[in-house]
Protein backbone atom coordinates (compact mmCIF):
# COMPACT_ATOMS: atom_id res chain seq x y z
CA UNK A 1 0.00 0.00 0.00
CA UNK A 2 0.91 3.39 -1.14
CA UNK A 3 0.70 6.43 1.10
CA UNK A 4 0.78 10.08 0.25
CA UNK A 5 3.70 11.52 1.60
CA UNK A 6 3.88 16.07 2.35
CA UNK A 7 5.36 16.97 -1.07
CA UNK A 8 8.90 17.68 -1.87
CA UNK A 9 8.54 21.49 -2.52
CA UNK A 10 7.57 21.97 1.10
CA UNK A 11 10.83 20.30 2.93
CA UNK A 12 12.76 23.60 2.82
CA UNK A 13 16.47 23.38 1.95
CA UNK A 14 16.18 19.56 0.94
CA UNK A 15 16.24 18.43 -3.11
CA UNK A 16 13.04 18.27 -4.61
CA UNK A 17 13.80 15.29 -6.21
CA UNK A 18 12.91 13.28 -2.78
CA UNK A 19 10.21 10.91 -3.18
CA UNK A 20 6.45 12.13 -2.71
CA UNK A 21 5.09 8.75 -1.59
CA UNK A 22 6.29 5.88 0.65
CA UNK A 23 5.57 2.29 1.78
CA UNK A 24 4.23 2.53 5.84
CA UNK A 25 7.02 2.62 8.16
CA UNK A 26 9.85 3.44 4.93
CA UNK A 27 12.36 6.33 5.72
CA UNK A 28 12.53 8.97 3.76
CA UNK A 29 15.84 9.76 1.83
CA UNK A 30 16.72 13.10 3.31
CA UNK A 31 20.00 13.98 3.86
CA UNK A 32 19.80 15.44 7.10
CA UNK A 33 18.87 11.62 8.73
CA UNK A 34 19.79 9.21 6.19
CA UNK A 35 20.90 6.25 8.77
CA UNK A 36 18.25 7.15 11.37
CA UNK A 37 16.22 4.48 10.72
CA UNK A 38 19.61 1.92 9.95
CA UNK A 39 19.40 1.28 13.52
CA UNK A 40 17.91 -2.08 14.52
CA UNK A 41 14.86 -2.48 15.64
CA UNK A 42 13.68 -4.37 18.55
CA UNK A 43 12.34 -6.95 17.13
CA UNK A 44 15.78 -7.63 15.78
CA UNK A 45 17.70 -8.11 18.73
CA UNK A 46 18.13 -11.66 20.37
CA UNK A 47 16.10 -12.94 23.32
CA UNK A 48 18.58 -12.53 25.36
CA UNK A 49 18.42 -8.66 25.58
CA UNK A 50 14.67 -7.87 25.67
CA UNK A 51 14.01 -6.86 28.85
CA UNK A 52 17.72 -5.92 29.49
CA UNK A 53 18.51 -2.29 31.50
CA UNK A 54 20.55 -0.25 29.05
CA UNK A 55 23.65 -1.02 30.92
CA UNK A 56 26.14 -3.92 30.34
CA UNK A 57 25.32 -7.43 31.70
CA UNK A 58 28.48 -8.96 32.96
CA UNK A 59 28.44 -12.54 34.04
CA UNK A 60 29.93 -14.30 36.87
CA UNK A 61 30.86 -18.54 37.24
CA UNK A 62 32.20 -20.20 40.25
CA UNK A 63 32.98 -23.62 41.08
CA UNK A 64 34.32 -24.96 44.47
CA UNK A 65 36.32 -27.84 43.03
CA UNK A 66 39.28 -28.42 41.09
CA UNK A 67 36.56 -31.48 39.33
CA UNK A 68 34.46 -29.05 38.44
CA UNK A 69 34.35 -27.32 35.22
CA UNK A 70 32.86 -24.00 34.40
CA UNK A 71 31.78 -25.00 30.74
CA UNK A 72 28.06 -24.78 31.81
CA UNK A 73 27.73 -21.77 33.33
CA UNK A 74 29.96 -19.98 30.98
CA UNK A 75 27.93 -21.16 27.98
CA UNK A 76 24.59 -20.33 30.03
CA UNK A 77 25.43 -16.42 30.37
CA UNK A 78 27.41 -16.35 27.06
CA UNK A 79 23.77 -17.08 26.22
CA UNK A 80 22.05 -14.63 28.11
CA UNK A 81 23.87 -11.96 26.91
CA UNK A 82 26.42 -10.97 28.74
CA UNK A 83 29.72 -9.53 27.18
CA UNK A 84 32.09 -10.20 29.32
CA UNK A 85 32.19 -13.37 32.20
CA UNK A 86 34.49 -13.61 35.41
CA UNK A 87 35.45 -16.75 36.72
CA UNK A 88 36.77 -18.37 39.76
CA UNK A 89 37.76 -21.89 40.60
CA UNK A 90 38.46 -22.81 44.61
CA UNK A 91 39.21 -25.79 45.67
CA UNK A 92 38.80 -26.72 48.68
CA UNK A 93 35.93 -26.01 51.73
CA UNK A 94 38.80 -23.95 53.20
CA UNK A 95 38.67 -21.14 50.73
CA UNK A 96 37.35 -18.21 52.64
CA UNK A 97 34.73 -15.81 51.07
CA UNK A 98 37.07 -12.98 50.48
CA UNK A 99 39.24 -15.20 48.20
CA UNK A 100 37.56 -14.95 45.12
CA UNK A 101 39.51 -12.88 43.42
CA UNK A 102 37.38 -13.21 40.18
CA UNK A 103 34.24 -11.94 41.92
CA UNK A 104 35.78 -8.76 43.40
CA UNK A 105 37.16 -7.86 39.89
CA UNK A 106 33.54 -8.16 38.50
CA UNK A 107 32.46 -5.89 41.67
CA UNK A 108 34.41 -3.33 40.83
CA UNK A 109 33.49 -3.37 37.22
CA UNK A 110 30.06 -3.31 37.61
CA UNK A 111 28.49 0.73 37.12
CA UNK A 112 25.01 2.29 37.63
CA UNK A 113 22.39 0.43 35.00
CA UNK A 114 25.03 -2.67 34.63
CA UNK A 115 23.01 -5.95 35.50
CA UNK A 116 25.25 -8.95 37.09
CA UNK A 117 24.53 -12.48 35.70
CA UNK A 118 24.77 -15.53 37.78
CA UNK A 119 23.80 -18.94 36.54
CA UNK A 120 22.32 -19.93 39.79
CA UNK A 121 21.99 -17.86 42.89
CA UNK A 122 24.61 -20.05 45.50
CA UNK A 123 27.31 -19.30 42.87
CA UNK A 124 27.28 -15.65 44.02
CA UNK A 125 26.43 -16.14 47.89
CA UNK A 126 27.76 -19.16 50.13
CA UNK A 127 24.77 -18.24 52.78
CA UNK A 128 21.32 -16.80 52.24
CA UNK A 129 22.52 -13.39 54.24
CA UNK A 130 26.02 -13.09 52.13
CA UNK A 131 23.80 -13.44 48.94
CA UNK A 132 21.47 -10.69 50.15
CA UNK A 133 23.87 -8.31 51.39
CA UNK A 134 25.43 -8.48 47.87
CA UNK A 135 22.46 -7.80 45.86
CA UNK A 136 21.60 -5.31 48.51
CA UNK A 137 24.81 -3.36 47.90
CA UNK A 138 24.63 -3.65 44.09
CA UNK A 139 21.01 -1.99 44.06
CA UNK A 140 22.54 0.70 46.04
CA UNK A 141 24.88 1.36 43.15
CA UNK A 142 22.12 1.19 40.76
CA UNK A 143 23.39 -2.57 39.55
CA UNK A 144 20.89 -4.84 38.48
CA UNK A 145 20.92 -9.10 39.59
CA UNK A 146 19.80 -11.70 37.69
CA UNK A 147 20.20 -15.55 38.14
CA UNK A 148 19.42 -17.80 35.61
CA UNK A 149 18.23 -20.61 36.77
CA UNK A 150 16.06 -19.23 39.87
CA UNK A 151 14.62 -16.28 36.86
CA UNK A 152 15.27 -13.53 39.73
CA UNK A 153 15.89 -10.37 37.90
CA UNK A 154 16.20 -7.48 40.56
CA UNK A 155 15.81 -5.29 36.97
CA UNK A 156 11.87 -6.13 37.07
CA UNK A 157 9.53 -5.42 39.51
CA UNK A 158 8.58 -9.30 39.83
CA UNK A 159 12.24 -10.29 40.57
CA UNK A 160 12.70 -6.94 43.32
CA UNK A 161 9.59 -8.90 44.85
CA UNK A 162 11.16 -12.56 44.72
CA UNK A 163 14.74 -10.88 46.18
CA UNK A 164 12.92 -9.11 48.65
CA UNK A 165 11.25 -12.55 49.97
CA UNK A 166 14.56 -13.83 50.45
CA UNK A 167 15.68 -11.21 52.13
CA UNK A 168 12.99 -11.42 54.59
CA UNK A 169 13.87 -15.31 54.91
CA UNK A 170 17.36 -14.41 55.90
CA UNK A 171 16.46 -12.14 58.30
CA UNK A 172 13.95 -14.53 59.75
CA UNK A 173 16.80 -17.47 59.87
CA UNK A 174 18.78 -14.88 61.73
CA UNK A 175 16.30 -14.38 64.27
CA UNK A 176 15.68 -17.95 65.20
Not at 65 to 85: F, K, M, N, P, W
Not at 128 to 133: C, G
Amino acid sequence: MVVSATPASSLAGHPASASTTRVPNQCRAISAVAGLCDAPRMGDLPDAFHGATTGAALGYARVSTAEQHLDLQVDALTAAGCYRIFTDKASGAAVALAARPELDRVLDQLRPGDTLVVWKLDRLGRSLRHLVDTVTALADRGVGFRSLQEQVDTTTAGGKLVFHIFAALAEFSNAI
